[in-house]
């Protein structure tokens, strides 16, 4: 598990070395500019207009370091997204827990369709074997 403190004082020093050229996430501050368009802040909540998800803490720690947001919706976000991420999990493994026979034999019939009829598909979230 990343610690998001140790993440986040990270970023920060980034900040104060002024060597922005590449940013946490890799990308280059043009591209996170460009990104920066296909997000928008729900309050003071950082998300992506595609599917309204909160972005990862490097891209929104990148997003902070260039000044487009600022250093506490970063946490704000970060908070947001583990809530929202922790209830989408609990959510899909309650429905992967009550799929019908139906359900699971379609899928173990698409797995084997993409993988081949010997190949041994685990879902990783659950740890089922399909």
């Known amino acids: 598990m990343v610690d ?4 986040w004082c990270y970023s920060r020093s980034m900040i104060t070395k002024k060597d922005t050229e590449m940013m946490l996430t890799g990308y280059t501050e043009e591209k996170v500019i460009e ?3 296909d997000a928008y802040l729900d309050g003071d909540v950082v998300r992506w207009v595609s599917n309204d998800r909160v972005p990862f803490l490097d891209m929104v720690t990148d997003f902070a370091t260039l000044g487009l947001i600022a250093d506490f919706q970063v946490e704000i976000s970060e908070n947001t997204r583990k809530i929202e991420e922790t209830a989408f999990l609990k959510e899909y493994m309650f429905a992967q827990a009550n799929r019908s026979e139906e359900e699971k034999n379609e899928e173990r019939m698409m797995a084997q369709a993409a993988f081949g009829p010997d190949a041994k598909v685990i879902n990783v979230v659950t740890g089922e074997v399909l």
């Open 4 to 7: 998001t403190k140790m993440l």
């Open 35 to 37: 990104n920066f368009a």
